[in-house]
């Protein structure tokens, strides 16, 4: 009799699993999704990292560095120009993470004097950064070496003496110099918005769980419904309760680790307040739109989850996007965490103001009218 009540109640679970096909389909995705993020991810090589080349001068030696700087998988040339403000001002926008300035005598081999190459970056970006300069440095160092051998070949085999101040000339002639445009960057300044985002993200959307699918099934929604009450002063009252908790709680984490870190926000502190304000929206719609059918908690786990977490994974918390195959780049642009985490660092490293971050604006606007449109408008009364 014990067994078959075992097995009865095994019986019972498992088709109670299959009935739930939502769930079902998130325990089989989810380990598959995590494991691939996981490789993919943060097991991966900074790779395509976009640049910029200013060519100032032409001939031989550019075409040889930019043909070396091609074969090297951390660059992907976007744009080649001779015009130094415009490769400064491709960085400032964001569209590539550096520029490697090569000056006007490049190519002249006569010209002794040394050939200073600027590499112009961004340095918000502190992982990407920390591949691209050993790797600058290692290109233009061995270039430096090639040329500085060809030229005391010339020099030895025409008899010439050119002196000490001469050797060394010839020695270093090629010299890069890093113009790091935001500063140091430590990688606690780098992490921290990313960390105060994804922290807003994971509270509102597990939060709401709790908050009306768990509601839903402890009965209280259902009693709720029971007076004249509707839809929309329900879903009204829980967004700002919610917000008012998350918004707090991430001041809390904004001031922490401004005290412990030595965090500094470059840019104004009520901007990223607002930015705060608009991601939390964001993501309590979000979890509203998923639970607004959910007739459990679990079932609302169960199908937030492979959200959230994937999310977290390609949005940049902890690497640069650039780290991820191509198809997780095109995913992360499609998560709104992805554009909190641009629109947070640019306000607290870069010092940016509205003007620069009004897409990221824009698309989390666009998100969180979307989700609470869904959310309502699939709101169940009756699960």
């Given at each position: 009799?014990?067994?078959?009540?075992?097995?009865?109640?095994?019986?019972k679970?498992?088709?109670?699993?299959?009935?739930?096909?939502?769930?079902?389909?998130?325990i089989?995705?989810f380990?598959?999704?995590?494991?691939?993020?996981?490789?993919?991810?943060?097991g991966?090589?900074i790779?395509?990292v976009?640049i910029a080349?200013v060519?100032?001068s032409g001939?031989?030696?550019?075409?040889?560095t930019?043909?070396?700087?091609?074969?090297?998988?951390?660059?992907?040339?976007?744009?080649?120009?001779?015009?130094?403000?415009?490769?400064?001002?491709?960085?400032?926008k964001?569209?590539?993470?550096?520029t490697i300035?090569?000056?006007a005598?490049?190519?002249?081999?006569?010209?002794?004097?040394?050939k200073?190459?600027?590499l112009?970056?961004?340095?918000?970006?502190?992982?990407?950064?920390q591949?691209?300069?050993?790797?600058?440095?290692?290109?233009?160092?061995?270039?430096?070496?090639?040329?500085s051998?060809?030229?005391?070949?010339?020099l030895?085999?025409?008899?010439?003496?050119?002196?000490?101040?001469?050797?060394?000339?010839?020695?270093?002639?090629?010299?890069?110099?890093?113009?790091?445009?935001?500063?140091?960057?430590?990688?606690?300044d780098?992490?921290?918005?990313?960390v105060?985002?994804?922290?807003?993200?994971?509270?509102?959307?597990?939060?709401m769980?709790q908050?009306?699918?768990?509601?839903?099934?402890?009965g209280?929604?259902a009693?709720?419904f029971?007076?004249p009450?509707?839809?929309?002063?329900?879903?009204?009252?829980?967004?700002?309760?919610k917000?008012?908790?998350?918004i707090?709680?991430?001041l809390?984490l904004?001031?922490?680790?401004?005290?412990?870190?030595?965090?500094?926000?470059?840019?104004s502190i009520?901007?990223?307040?607002?930015?705060?304000?608009?991601?939390?929206?964001?993501?309590?719609?979000?979890?509203?739109?998923?639970?607004?059918s959910?007739?459990?908690?679990?079932?609302?786990?169960?199908?937030?989850?492979?959200?959230?977490m994937p999310?977290?994974?390609v949005?940049?918390?902890?690497?640069?996007?650039?780290?991820?195959?191509w198809?997780?780049q095109?995913?992360a642009?499609?998560?709104?965490?992805?554009?909190?985490?641009?629109a947070?660092r640019?306000?607290?490293?870069?010092?940016s103001?509205?003007?620069d971050?009004?897409?990221?604006?824009?698309v989390?606007?666009?998100?969180t009218a979307?989700f609470?449109?869904?959310?309502?408008?699939?709101?169940?009364?009756d699960v």
């Amino acid at each position: 009799m014990g067994l078959k009540k075992f097995l009865w109640m095994f019986k019972k679970d498992i088709l109670s699993l299959w009935r739930h096909k939502p769930r079902l389909v998130s325990i089989i995705a989810f380990p598959i999704i995590m494991i691939a993020l996981f490789g993919y991810g943060m097991g991966g090589s900074i790779e395509h990292v976009p640049i910029a080349i200013v060519n100032m001068s032409g001939g031989d030696l550019t075409s040889n560095t930019v043909d070396v700087i091609n074969n090297i998988s951390i660059y992907d040339v976007k744009n080649i120009t001779n015009d130094v403000e415009l490769g400064k001002h491709l960085v400032d926008k964001g569209d590539v993470k550096a520029t490697i300035i090569l000056p006007a005598n490049y190519d002249d081999l006569a010209d002794m004097r040394t050939k200073d190459v600027t590499l112009y970056l961004d340095s918000s970006d502190q992982i990407a950064s920390q591949a691209l300069v050993p790797t600058t440095e290692q290109v233009f160092s061995g270039l430096n070496n090639k040329l500085s051998i060809e030229k005391l070949s010339k020099l030895s085999s025409s008899g010439t003496n050119s002196g000490v101040s001469g050797a060394s000339s010839i020695i270093d002639s090629i010299k890069l110099e890093i113009n790091r445009i935001y500063g140091d960057i430590k990688y606690i300044d780098f992490l921290v918005p990313a960390v105060l985002a994804m922290t807003l993200m994971f509270s509102c959307m597990m939060g709401m769980g709790q908050s009306i699918a768990g509601e839903r099934e402890t009965g209280e929604l259902a009693r709720l419904f029971m007076t004249p009450t509707n839809v929309s002063t329900v879903v009204g009252g829980k967004i700002l309760s919610k917000l008012t908790i998350e918004i707090v709680r991430a001041l809390i984490l904004l001031i922490t680790a401004i005290i412990l870190f030595g965090i500094v926000i470059k840019g104004s502190i009520l901007l990223a307040i607002g930015m705060l304000i608009l991601g939390a929206l964001s993501f309590v719609g979000f979890g509203i739109m998923i639970s607004a059918s959910t007739s459990t908690q679990e079932d609302y786990m169960q199908m937030v989850m492979p959200f959230s977490m994937p999310m977290m994974f390609v949005s940049g918390v902890f690497y640069p996007i650039e780290t991820m195959p191509w198809i997780f780049q095109k995913i992360a642009y499609i998560c709104p965490l992805t554009y909190l985490n641009d629109a947070m660092r640019s306000i607290m490293i870069k010092g940016s103001g509205i003007g620069d971050i009004w897409i990221d604006i824009a698309v989390l606007l666009g998100f969180t009218a979307i989700f609470f449109i869904l959310g309502v408008v699939r709101f169940n009364r009756d699960v």
